[in-house]
């Protein structure tokens, strides 16, 4: 017969199919297809019909013997497909009782919509649970609890879930067998210890040898232990004379091959080439012929390099569609060393039978005592290999776990969610009676408690503080990376000299061991987990298995986390510039406007002013307009430092000497009850700045920190050079990696919550009493700042105190001498001709009047182009142009430039409450540029005129509004 080998490594990953020969019928001859399509991917148009059966026959097997319940339904809850394992666990006699029922037949009323709605999410294509618990609904009635383990595949178009089931409660008896007989062996060897000391010395040194040799047995099943625990089993398949037609890398390995292509080109023939026994593979034939499979078939054979070595073998027969036997398929396992150890044990216990009848005369009376004990004592060594055996099925169980906890940690968006992650995989893992988790920082070699658990409750670690890394247990495996068990925890605490007090009600000397994991992602420790428990001597190397794969897990989800968070913060940062920039747009607007109005209120009220006697009644009044102008006025200023938009005039600046230049009016501004002290860099960089935005900088934080400490306290203003990394300026988005002033100025007042710092630097945002406080200030701050190409940072905990940092790039240029400050500004005459253009009439009609006041002839236009048709006419010579910059259809800078052809000689006197790129770059007034900035009054505005026109304004120094 022609018969295909069917390759073990391309099983499809979700398979729906059913079996005639089972008395199942096919959902639909789509899904057997599909199925089995992989399997026939390659071959022939001839032999795709028995490929596509043996590959059915193949899928067939592999359900049909599964232990777990295997069920497919489609995307309407009927059922297409059960396998004989979910028909026993519901007590179904035949497939034909559930097929074409819905699913919900076979859950508990108190499940049924859960499940109902799991089965809708997954054919929407949605994600619910994969594994979780249920009642199912035996056909009997009764309920028992399962295991659910769910896929969904889609086959010919169509949908299918497949559900495999485990029932819960054999395990839950595997678990209270196993300490029954633990209990019971320990209540047996405790009875059977105080009848051997009546033996005499020759009984007792025999039974030390015994017992030697049962230390030797027992180190030999442990080896055992550890080689079948990390073993993965052989697969392979056969012809019936003795060809491999298929087998995995690990078959190979077993036989001492490099390779399954290299194992099955050697072996051609399994009867002569592979058992050592002659007949042995006749016998492995008419066995599986016989029953249809084989278990636990152990023999010796030869390796590649003619080594023998002993195989346990597990084997069901391969048949067509006949039902007749055409192959074998099954695993294989390495078992030498415990035959090796069966041969030791046989052979110690055949020396020591042989002693004993030696003995025989002299031991007569013992003779039947000692034979019970050996025989209590094989019964025992029995126990201890299914001891061993249960333990394989313990660590299936923690891997079981590991891969929970994982999914877990998967869906984690904070911290807490992975301590408590961690804590529920602990508690069903390892003794536990309290549990601390520490984060570790590796660039200040501290770390902190930052979550525990203890007596069944969380505790408050929120006022722990960072603590060095010492040499206690966390501190170790924080240093060593490596898991560190304790089992004298006791007695370290009680001799330690630095205790972490954790808990109000927990006696931390009361544990009695204590397990410490770091936690590490790619060789780096970002903490540990530690675990304490009441017990003695409660911790084994088991366990620091289990935790070290939990603790690395959780390491790589804290991880996760905090760049989630560090990402999140950075996007925080992002919305709040954004919203200070539209903040900043719309308060330039306004000062723009307002500049305009109150250039008229106080340019009219000091005019009038000047037609006054000092006695007459109108004059106070009229002085109180004026004052209420300044002060709108100083209004407008901030809102334009805030959004931005003022004209700056940088210099390079030792800022060491501005702050000491302020040290006076500083001491003045806060009062006798606050401390003042400056803390300045020796070799400070320099900076370039306009000087008295710096000052008004740091007198508006003064007056901040003054506001704060009511009843007194420390300001410190400190300076200092700093380098900035790429970490710290990936944290914060607007900040550049380069080196920078730091001119940080902190107080020991209130604090601020974190609600009120996130707003501080907002226009009109105030905690102060209404009356008493404009809430400019330090949006002022920020807009000078910022416009100055720094950054600024706060830092503040309510009723400790508030710390302002703020950064400056350096700059390498030599420090710009100071110009003296403006003294008081007279009025100016002339008699020149000035060509005056302001759109806004009202300030026109101010310059004007002002101006020809003053002596000067002024011709007047709205705009450019009136400008223009105004000097084309004009015979005359025009002394000086002044112009607004910010005018509709035509800038002040665009008719300057026009008027150069006609007037190349003529100077321009620029004025504006706004800047724009006219004139200004980045607020930046350009060199040799003259500028007026509004609102001004008659005296600067006369004054400024006839200083361009003397040609005495080369320095362009702006001049402001003065009281």
Known sequence: MNMQAIPLNNEPDEIDASYRNFGLEAASDELTSAVAEPAIEGLGQTDTNQTLTHSAEWLKTIFEVSRDGILVEDHNGRIV???????????????????????????????????????????RGELPPSVYEFKGQRKDGTLLNLEASISTSTIAGKTYIITAVRNIAERNQAEAALRAAHDELEARVAERTAELSQINRFL?????????????????????????ENAVTGIYQTTLDGHYLAANPMLARIIGYDSPAEMMESVKDLYRQFYVEEGRREEFARRV???????????PVYRRDGRVIWISEHALALRDVDDKIVGYQGTTIDITDRKRAEEALQKAHDELEARVAERTIELSQANAYLKQQISKRERAEEALREANQRAIVEYDHLLDRIASFAQTLGTARDLNMIFRALRDFTLASVPSDAILVTLYDQESNTRKVVYGWIDNAELDL?????????????????????????????????????????????????????????MTVMGRTVGCVEIQSRESDAYESGHATAMRMAANLAANAIENVQLYEREREKEEQLRQSQKMEAVGQLAGGIAHDFNNLLTVITGYSDLMLRGLRLNDPLRQKIEQVKKAGERAASLTRQLLAFSRKQVLQPKVLALNEVVADMDKMLRRLIGEDIDLMTILEPSLWQVKADPGQIEQVIMNLGVNAHDAMPKGGKLTIQTENIVIDETYAARHMTVKPGRYVM???????????????????????????????????????YGIVKQSNGSIWVYSEVGLGTAFKIYLPQFADEVTESAPRA????????TETVLLVEDDETVRELARETLEMSGYHVLTAANGDAALSCC???????????????????????????????????????????????????????????????????????HKVRTVLDGRDSETRRTTLRR
């Open 81 to 123: 497909y059960v396998n004989q394992s979910y028909l026993l666990i519901l007590g179904y006699d035949q497939p034909q009782e559930l097929l074409g029922k819905h699913i919900s037949l076979l859950t508990s009323d108190e499940d049924k919509e859960r499940m109902t709605e799991f089965g809708r999410r997954r054919v």
């Open 204 to 228: 007792q040194e025999q039974i030390k040898e015994r017992a030697r040799i049962n230390e030797a047995l027992r180190q030999a099943e442990q080896k055992y232990h550890l080689i079948f």
């Open 289 to 299: 012929s016989e029953n249809g499979v084989l278990t636990a078939f152990e023999s």
């Open 462 to 518: 929120s006022e722990l503080p960072l603590v060095p890394v010492g040499d206690g247990l966390a501190g170790q495996a924080i240093k060593s990376g490596e898991v560190l068990i304790n089992n004298e925890f006791k007695k370290q605490v009680e001799e330690s000299k630095v205790k972490i007090p954790i808990g109000t009600d927990m006696d931390v000397s009361a544990s009695l061991s204590a397990l410490t994991a770091p």
């Open 743 to 781: 001119l940080a100025v902190s107080d020991t007042g209130t604090g601020m919550d974190t609600t009120t710092q996130k707003r501080i630097f907002e226009p009109f945002y105030t905690t102060k009493d209404q009356g008493k406080g404009t809430g400019l200030g330090l949006s002022t701050v």
């Open 823 to 830: 003294l008081a500004i007279e009025a100016s005459q002339g």
């Open 872 to 942: 084309e006419h004009y015979e005359g010579q025009i002394h000086l142009i002044l112009t607004d910059v910010v005018m509709p259809q035509m800038s002040g800078r665009e008719l300057a430039e026009r008027l150069t052809v006609l007037y190349p000689e003529t100077p321009v006197l620029y004025m504006s409450g706004y800047t724009d790129d006219a004139i200004v770059h980045h607020g930046i007034l350009e060199e040799g540029v003259a500028f007026l900035e509004k609102p001004f009054t008659p005296n600067i505005l006369t």
